[in-house]
Each structure stands twice: as C-alpha cells, then as structure tokens.
C-alpha cells in the first residue's frame, strides 16, 4: 500500500547538536515529497519540498532534506538545531485518490537549552 | 489576504449537538482541504473542493459529516450529533491548482472538545 512513514516518534537533543528525522515513503510514479513544521500552538507551515531535479533541497530555517531513490527516503536534516526548533515535524506525500497530501505521523523534536 | 482562517479556534459541545466549523481560504487559491488531527497522530485527510464542487471524500467522513463550499470561497464543515470520537484538532488548508498546488497553506485549526 502507498504510505509515508516517520518511525522516530520522539527526538530530543541539545542545542547545537545535528539533526536527522527519517522519513520513508512506499509508492511509485512521480515522487512528490514535503515536509511541514507544526510549532507550538501554530498552524502546519511548508518547511521544504521535492518535486524532481537536485535530490538535496533545501528549505526555511536552515533546513535540508536530500531525496535517496534507492532507499525511499527523504529525510530532514540541520547541523546545528537552536531551542526555538522545538516542534512536531511531518513528512508528507500527495498519496490521496486525488493526489491530496498523506502525513506521517510525525516526529515531536524537543531542544534542549 | 493574511492567509487561511478558521473560526472558532475552540469549540466545546456536549454529545448529541450540532457543531459547525467555517474555513477562509486565501482568496486566490481555487483547492481547499479538510484535515482531522488528533494527538500523536499526522493529520488525516478528510475531504476537498476544487471551486465549489466537493471531488474527494474519505471513508473517516461519516454519514454525520458534511461540508460545503457556496460558490467557491469559504467553507463550512458540519458535525452532526457529535459524539467524543469526534474530539479532534480540524484543520483546513487551500493551494492553487497545478503542479506547484501541493504547497498547501493551512489554518490555525478549530479544536473540537464533544463533553
């Protein structure tokens, strides 16, 4: 079945520490891949996309992701995560019938002071 | 245009009541979706409009459910004797239509409490 799949629930690290979130997808065709923030008491906000082209897309934020075909996966990474970085993180795939999108269920990052 | 907005932000409602939820989408944008998100979980894709025509439903929307989307601009989602199940985090998003549509822009959410 068409999925996409974050298997770290939970992350905390340490100010400065590097950041890898994993995300896998299962589908195939044109691969579309997204990943959301969600901050505290905020709405969802676009952190990055992939649509073709250079597999290492970088976002807002100091945020990269890097598309690896032969691993299905496009995974989130920062070298050097702050406090304010703190929030749930959610990959996502245009999955749906109608190519809606189709969330992970995310990963909560808690940083450390 | 500020974005997406959703009202209310909170909504308490005892078992068996009605509840209605309204979504503003930016006013360009042609595609809106409705989400459930409940704790721990990503965001559950619920329904979508392209102008005003409903074209996709999923099998989480139950018959207690409806949406509408009047000419193409805001919508309204409509619970029907909640029930505590229905306790969720209901978000909305728009985007335009074609290849880069899968930008989506969401709301703020409406948190449904059924006591």
């Known amino acids: 079945a068409q999925s996409v799949s974050q298997h770290n629930h939970h992350v905390i690290l340490s100010e400065a520490a590097s950041l890898e979130l994993g995300c896998n997808y299962s589908y195939g065709g044109t691969v579309n891949l997204f990943w959301y923030v969600q901050y505290p008491g905020q709405h969802l906000q676009l952190l990055l996309k992939y649509f073709s082209g250079d597999p290492l897309v970088k976002g807002i934020k100091g945020f990269e992701a890097e598309f690896i075909k032969s691993k299905f996966s496009f995974n989130l990474r920062k070298p050097s995560v702050q406090w304010s970085d703190t929030a749930e993180y959610f990959c996502?795939?245009?999955?749906?019938?109608?190519?809606?999108?189709?969330f992970g269920s995310g990963t909560q990052l808690t940083v450390l002071p | 245009d500020t974005g997406v907005s959703q009202n209310p932000r909170h909504k308490i409602t005892k078992r068996g009541q009605n509840v209605t939820f309204r979504c503003d989408p930016i006013s360009e944008h042609n595609r809106l979706y409705w989400y459930r998100q409940t704790l721990g979980q990503g965001p559950e894709f619920l329904t979508y409009f392209q102008n005003e025509a409903q074209l996709e439903k999923s099998r989480l929307l139950s018959d207690r459910f409806s949406a509408e989307r009047p000419k193409g601009s805001f919508s309204t989602l409509e619970i029907q004797r909640t029930e505590q199940g229905d306790s969720a985090m209901y978000l909305c998003?728009?985007?335009?239509?074609?290849?880069?549509?899968?930008?989506?822009?969401f709301g703020s959410g409406t948190r449904l409490t059924v006591v």
């Open positions: 998003a728009s985007s335009l239509e074609g290849a880069g549509s899968y930008g989506y822009t």
């Open positions: 996502a795939a245009p999955l749906g019938s109608a190519r809606q999108l189709t």
